[in-house]
């Protein structure tokens, strides 16, 4: 472990980052695949995986604040780097120009951003690139049926932009399924044909898995590059390679007697003598709280039963069984014996939410790619 004084690390692999990417490009085919890196990219740190992508050979790249995609600029010169989130209500001048300044691309989904855009565009007197975002059933972001008819009768509204894509998002693109599916590639294929032509962005991770019908110039992928299961329900385990591993350090080990409590409250209380191992993590990293009484850390591949309440910074486990562990060892908490999609059963949530959780003080450690 490299990270001196860390008590938990997550162990970032840019190599299954990358092979991810390669392998989701293989499948979308016909078009290239963005890497969306929202969230510091899903929880495994966006300053070094976005260069880390750019570098395997991708060119477009998704954050959801204007914030993310101005820190990650410098490094992905000449990429498009677009903003999910687009300009937001009633944008100031500053934000308008920080998105002329460094080349970003807004994905404008309300006229009145349009007509924002469109307006500095002429101010400046060049074209600015943008994104549409049609709503094909979000009802999130997007325009909505009225605003897509505006714009069709007055396509000069876009005049001065640059539109780079016209892009839309599957509501449940992970269930192969469902008839959404098929009704929000429709009502896209409608939408674009009232708009001035320009390519297509469609599915997210899991869209690329719906197959060739979902194909489009630009697949957004998120989850499936971090080794999230983009086909959860399709039975047949997930295509991807998890592309980072937690490990939380023992601080202490104790013996406790039968009947002992263990943590806040006492909900845990020692079936036998026991020996209790505390972990350097808890629910301010990420850890979830609800956790307590589930779940399991791992060691050496071998499951340890994490007991009583998780707290701030503390987590604790019972390794009666396992003499190997003492103070100094790491065990895994997310990894291959525990992959996000477990945990977050265990906690009615989705995978993503455990990723995008992992707080601030877990060091992030790349793999050196000799070591894969
Ligand atoms: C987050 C997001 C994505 C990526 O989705 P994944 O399921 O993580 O691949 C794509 N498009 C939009 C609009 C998003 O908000």
């Known amino acids: 472990m490299t990270s001196p004084g860390a008590s938990a690390v997550l ?7 990358i092979a991810n990417w390669r392998a989701l490009s293989a499948r979308h085919r016909g078009g290239a695949v963005a890497a969306v890196v ?9 300053a070094l995986v976005a260069p880390a992508l750019f570098g395997a050979g991708c060119r477009h790249f998704f954050t959801a604040h204007l914030g993310e995609a101005l820190a990650l600029r410098p490094r992905l010169p000449g990429a498009m780097l677009a903003v999910l989130n687009g300009l937001g209500p009633a944008p100031g001048a500053d934000v308008i120009e920080a998105f002329a300044h460094h080349d970003l691309v807004p994905v404008l989904g309300a006229l009145g951003e ?11 007197r060049r074209r600015l690139p943008a994104i549409l975002h049609i709503d094909t059933g979000m009802a999130r972001l997007g325009l909505d049926a009225r605003e897509l008819d505006c714009l069709a009768q007055a396509p000069e509204l876009l005049s001065g932009l640059d539109l780079r894509f016209v892009m839309t998002h599957l509501v449940a693109g992970e269930t192969a399924a469902d008839p959404l599916n098929a009704a929000q590639r429709q009502r896209f294929a409608s939408a674009c044909a009232r708009l001035p ?8 991770s899991s869209g690329i898995f719906l197959g060739p019908a979902f194909a489009s110039d630009l697949a957004r992928a998120g989850a499936a590059l971090y080794g999230i299961n983009p086909i959860p329900h399709a039975g047949i385990g997930n295509p991807m390679r998890l592309a980072c591993r937690l490990l939380a350090r023992v601080l202490q080990v104790r013996e406790v007697p039968e009947g002992a409590p263990v943590g806040y409250n006492a909900t845990w209380r020692a079936a036998r003598p026991s020996r209790i191992a505390t972990l350097g993590i808890g629910y301010a990293d990420g850890w979830p709280f609800r956790l307590a009484g589930q779940g399991s850390a791992f060691f050496d591949g071998a499951p340890v039963p994490l007991v009583g309440r998780v707290s701030m910074d503390l987590t604790t486990c019972d ?10 060892i790491w065990l895994e908490l997310i990894g291959p014996q525990a992959p996000p999609e477990r945990i977050a059963a265990l906690l009615g949530t989705s995978p993503y939410e455990i990723l995008t959780g992992l707080g601030a003080r877990i060091a992030r450690v790349v793999l050196p790619a000799a070591a894969l």
């Open 319 to 328: 390794i009666t069984d396992h003499p190997g562990i003492g103070p100094g």
């Open 114 to 124: 349009i007509a924002a855009f469109a307006a500095a565009a002429g101010r400046l």
């Open 11 to 17: 162990e970032v692999d840019h190599a299954a980052v």
């Open 38 to 46: 929202k969230a510091d990219a899903y929880g495994l740190g966006a």
């Open 197 to 204: 032509p320009a390519k297509r962005s469609l599915a997210n």
